[in-house]
C-alpha cells in the first residue's frame, strides 16, 4: 500500500515493520581470531542501531550473522520470537546494501529494484509497480530506464536502497553503505536513509567506522571492541557519558592531560573536579577531556601558547602547547576568539564538570 508522506514522497509500507532482533551469546571463530565473543545484543522493533568500532572488531561480522551469511560457532540469532540461526540467506526476509552497490550493469534501473520480486515469482505488473513506488520514494523516478553506469555513485546507492526494501523485508542491513561516496554525497545520504527508516518503521542495523555517521543517524549506537560491546547508548549518552576510556577516545576527539585523582576527585590544569564514572586507585591518572569541555583565555602569564587556530564557522578549534610537552584542543565559539592567534599565551582550564580518568599506561 502506498500513502502520501509529509514530505510529499509516498509512504511504501514494509510487510511486517518494527520486528525486534536478538543476538544471545554469539562466537565466531576464523582460526585463532576471535571475531565474536560471546556477543550480547538486542533491538527494538523500529530501532536504527549503528554498531561502530575500528577494523577487526567484529562489527561487519555480526551484520552477516544477522543476515545468515556467517554461521555462528555458537549463540542463536532471533527475529521476532523465530530462530534463524539456521535459516538460509534467502528465508530470513532481510534487505542489504553493500559499501558496493552490486547493481546489475546490464539491467535498467527499475529492473535492478525489481529484481529481487522477480525472484520471488511476483507478477510483472506488481515488479513495475513497486519498483516505480520506491523509485519515487528515494527520488529517482525519473532515472527509471536508465542503466547503472549513467548514474552517480549517490544515485547507484539509492538504487541499491530500493532494491533491498522492493521485497519488503524485516530488517534492513547496511554495511558501511556510504563509504565509498564523497564527504557532501555521504551527509546527504546519511540524511535520506535515517528518513527512509523513520517513514517506513524497519528495525534497521548500519555497520560503520565512521563516528559522525554512526551518531547521526542511530537512535542507539553500540561501539564494539575485540568482538564483545563495550557499551550500547543513545548517541547523547555515548557522546557525554562514555562507559570506558575506549569508547570516550574512539567516539570524538579527547584530550588526555596528566592528572592526579585524591579523595574522589581529580585534579587537573590547576583546579578540582569530581570524577565522573568508577575511578581508579588514587595517584597520576591521565583525564580524558573533549575540547569544548576546557575553557581557554588569553592570559601574559599563562602557561600555554597557542600553535595553531582552526576556523570552523561558528566555532574555532584552538590547539594549545602546555608544559611538559602535552598539547590540547579546545573548541571556542568563533565570535569570542580574536585573541586566540598563534603565539599568544594562553590559560586552559576544565569546565565545571565531572572528568572522565583512566590508568596512565606503563611505559614500554
Given at each position: 500500500m502506498t500513502t502520501a508522506s509529509a514530505t510529499g514522497r509516498p509512504h511504501v509500507s514494509t510487510a511486517q515493520p518494527g520486528v525486534a532482533v536478538r543476538l544471545e551469546n554469539l562466537t565466531r571463530r576464523f582460526g585463532d581470531v576471535v571475531a565474536l565473543d560471546g556477543l550480547d545484543l538486542d533491538i527494538a522493533g523500529g530501532e536504527l542501531l549503528a554498531l561502530l568500532g575500528p577494523s577487526g572488531c567484529g562489527k561487519t561480522t555480526a551484520l552477516r550473522a544477522i543476515a545468515g551469511f556467517e554461521r555462528p560457532d555458537a549463540g542463536r540469532v532471533l527475529v521476532g520470537d523465530r530462530d534463524v540461526t539456521d535459516v538460509p540467506v534467502s528465508k530470513r526476509d532481510m534487505g542489504m546494501v553493500f559499501q558496493a552497490y552490486s547493481l546489475f550493469p546490464n539491467l535498467t534501473v527499475a529492473d535492478n529494484v525489481a529484481y529481487g520480486l522477480r525472484v520471488r515469482g511476483r507478477g510483472r505488473a506488481e515488479r513495475i509497480a513497486r519498483a516505480a513506488e520506491l523509485l519515487e520514494l528515494v527520488g529517482l523516478a525519473d532515472r527509471a530506464k536508465r542503466y547503472p553506469h549513467q548514474l552517480s555513485g549517490g544515485q547507484q546507492?539509492?538504487?541499491?536502497?530500493?532494491?533491498?526494501?522492493?521485497?519488503?523485508?524485516?530488517?534492513?542491513?547496511?554495511?558501511?553503505?556510504?563509504?565509498?561516496?564523497?564527504?557532501?554525497?555521504?551527509?546527504?545520504?546519511?540524511?535520506?536513509?535515517r528518513r527512509l527508516q523513520?517513514?517506513?518503521?524497519?528495525?534497521?542495523?548500519?555497520?560503520?567506522?565512521?563516528?559522525?555517521?554512526?551518531?547521526?543517524?542511530?537512535?542507539?549506537?553500540?561501539?564494539?571492541?575485540?568482538?564483545?560491546?563495550?557499551?550500547?547508548?543513545s548517541p547523547d549518552e555515548l557522546y557525554e557519558r562514555p562507559a570506558t576510556a575506549f569508547v570516550a577516545e574512539f567516539v570524538g576527539t579527547m584530550n588526555r592531560v596528566p592528572a592526579t585523582l585524591d579523595g574522589g576527585a581529580v585534579q587537573l590544569l590547576g583546579a578540582r573536579r569530581p570524577v565522573a564514572g568508577a575511578a581508579p586507585a588514587t595517584g597520576p591518572v591521565v583525564a580524558l577531556v573533549r575540547p569544548e569541555s576546557?575553557?581557554?583565555?588569553?592570559?601574559?602569564?599563562?602557561?600555554?601558547?597557542?600553535?595553531?587556530?582552526t576556523f570552523s564557522g561558528a566555532t574555532t578549534r584552538v590547539l594549545v602547547a602546555l608544559p611538559d610537552g602535552v598539547e590540547v584542543r579546545v573548541d571556542v565559539a568563533s565570535t569570542g576568539s580574536a585573541d586566540l592567534?598563534?603565539?599568544?599565551?594562553?590559560?586552559?582550564t576544565p569546565a565545571e564538570r565531572p572528568v572522565l580518568v583512566a590508568p596512565v599506561e606503563p611505559q614500554p
Amino acid at each position: 500500500m502506498t500513502t502520501a508522506s509529509a514530505t510529499g514522497r509516498p509512504h511504501v509500507s514494509t510487510a511486517q515493520p518494527g520486528v525486534a532482533v536478538r543476538l544471545e551469546n554469539l562466537t565466531r571463530r576464523f582460526g585463532d581470531v576471535v571475531a565474536l565473543d560471546g556477543l550480547d545484543l538486542d533491538i527494538a522493533g523500529g530501532e536504527l542501531l549503528a554498531l561502530l568500532g575500528p577494523s577487526g572488531c567484529g562489527k561487519t561480522t555480526a551484520l552477516r550473522a544477522i543476515a545468515g551469511f556467517e554461521r555462528p560457532d555458537a549463540g542463536r540469532v532471533l527475529v521476532g520470537d523465530r530462530d534463524v540461526t539456521d535459516v538460509p540467506v534467502s528465508k530470513r526476509d532481510m534487505g542489504m546494501v553493500f559499501q558496493a552497490y552490486s547493481l546489475f550493469p546490464n539491467l535498467t534501473v527499475a529492473d535492478n529494484v525489481a529484481y529481487g520480486l522477480r525472484v520471488r515469482g511476483r507478477g510483472r505488473a506488481e515488479r513495475i509497480a513497486r519498483a516505480a513506488e520506491l523509485l519515487e520514494l528515494v527520488g529517482l523516478a525519473d532515472r527509471a530506464k536508465r542503466y547503472p553506469h549513467q548514474l552517480s555513485g549517490g544515485q547507484q546507492q539509492r538504487v541499491a536502497l530500493a532494491r533491498a526494501l522492493a521485497v519488503a523485508p524485516k530488517v534492513l542491513l547496511l554495511d558501511e553503505p556510504l563509504s565509498a561516496l564523497d564527504a557532501q554525497v555521504r551527509v546527504q545520504l546519511r540524511e535520506e536513509i535515517r528518513r527512509l527508516q523513520l517513514e517506513l518503521g524497519i528495525t534497521t542495523v548500519f555497520v560503520t567506522h565512521d563516528q559522525a555517521e554512526a551518531l547521526s543517524v542511530a537512535d542507539r549506537v553500540g561501539v564494539m571492541r575485540a568482538g564483545r560491546l563495550e557499551q550500547v547508548a543513545s548517541p547523547d549518552e555515548l557522546y557525554e557519558r562514555p562507559a570506558t576510556a575506549f569508547v570516550a577516545e574512539f567516539v570524538g576527539t579527547m584530550n588526555r592531560v596528566p592528572a592526579t585523582l585524591d579523595g574522589g576527585a581529580v585534579q587537573l590544569l590547576g583546579a578540582r573536579r569530581p570524577v565522573a564514572g568508577a575511578a581508579p586507585a588514587t595517584g597520576p591518572v591521565v583525564a580524558l577531556v573533549r575540547p569544548e569541555s576546557l575553557l581557554v583565555t588569553a592570559d601574559p602569564a599563562g602557561p600555554g601558547r597557542v600553535v595553531t587556530r582552526t576556523f570552523s564557522g561558528a566555532t574555532t578549534r584552538v590547539l594549545v602547547a602546555l608544559p611538559d610537552g602535552v598539547e590540547v584542543r579546545v573548541d571556542v565559539a568563533s565570535t569570542g576568539s580574536a585573541d586566540l592567534v598563534p603565539g599568544a599565551t594562553v590559560r586552559v582550564t576544565p569546565a565545571e564538570r565531572p572528568v572522565l580518568v583512566a590508568p596512565v599506561e606503563p611505559q614500554p
